[in-house]
């Protein structure tokens, strides 16, 4: 049924309905300046000033525009971007062709980001192994490294490298069968399947992949029928010499409620690990994207971000999108003092010494929670929101290992902090009251 509210009035509604989901701040930066240009079949197409927004929105608001726009006009429209005629057209052209790269790939059912290759990953010394066995499996697929199991912190890299792995494989094999999936994805396709009696359509596309690129396995934990359906799919494809790469935010043997025998899978081939970047690496990830976006990044702002920045490559980005952004609008060079000014809320002063205990103790001023209360076994809703708050804050703020993290909140390991981390971060990319919240908390600490 065709959309009868003229584009006006469509993106006059939908901004009404996402001004109270996003927050004022972020309201005004990233939505406002968009306009609807046009509704075409099954698509909603918006007029951005620059590539910096279509890249933030994308990473930390990838669901909201489409569901905003579903609950308009009641019905499932995908989300297209346009730059406006002032940008530059070497980018557009870049623009063009991933995007029509990425639909090549979708009509064919791979789902994988062509703008993740080997060429844009940064290699350090905190990637390296991580990068060189990628690049193994991705040239010899099926006979180096099978399985290949890739784990670290969240937003250090995996999910790049998986996608470069499945761009070189199919650029190499026209007609190679490469399915790249989140692990929660799996596991809905599998609920889907048993509901609907549709199980075997689901092991025809699985075991019938030459490629299979799973991100997140850890996702599976606790979800039974899943294992058993991903068990023997790992089994038929590992038996005909079907490549496998996996991703975790945790080493196999730290994934908790998982079968043992699906855990000798894990390990069966290589295990390579990513850890956080030094500064030189972030340094050069920072010039790295300052240069495919035609931005002019001065040394002492690129440091400035490095070595604020503790947490992951996807803030550090996400730092120097929004410099981006807020330069572009005003007209205005890329400078420290606007670096300083853009990122004032969002990284840590070190004119103040922030350590684990100031966070706890400005975390339980904040929700009203007493120190022992973090430290303890207690896990009512409101305790394990503000301690999992509390961790994903010592890490992002201070340098501690996550074992020395886990240590200070009551002797935990350092699995329940990765998983804490990683709650806080999934949940930080839906919910602006939680994006408020953990930069009051983050205020409070700095004054």
Known sequence: MPITQTKEELWEKVLSHMAGKVGESSFELWFKP????????????FEIPNRFFREWIEDNYPTILPETIEMVTGQQMGVKFRITDKEDEALKKIDTRLENRRTKLASRGIYLNPKYTFASFV???SNQFAHAAAKRVAENPGTSYNPLFLYGGVGLGKTHLMNAIGNIIVDNNPNVVVHYVSAEQF????????????????????RNADVLLIDDIQFIAGKTSSQEEFFHTFNALYGKQKQIVMSSDRAPIDISDVTDRMRSRFGMGLIADIQAPEVETKIAILYNKAEAERMKLPEEVAYF???????????????L???????????VPVDLTLAKTVLKDLIADEDKPINVESIQKAVC???GLKLHDLKAKRRTREISNARQIAMYLSKQLTNLSLSEIGALFGGKDHATVIYACKQV??????DETLNKTIENIIKRLKH
């Open 425 to 430: 971060e999934e949940r930080r990319q839906r």
């Open 365 to 367: 001023d904040f929700f």
């Open 34 to 45: 968009m306009k609807v240009v046009q509704i075409k079949e099954k698509n909603v197409v």
């Open 321 to 331: 999108i929004k410099i981006g952004a807020h330069a572009s609008l005003a007209g």
């Open 187 to 206: 596991v809905n396709e599998v609920v889907t399947a048993i509901r609907h009696d549709r199980m075997g359509e689901l092991k025809d596309k699985y």
């Open 305 to 319: 971000i490095a070595s604020r920045v503790k947490s992951n490559i996807r803030e550090l980005e996400g730092c």
């Open 123 to 125: 290699v350090g010394p």
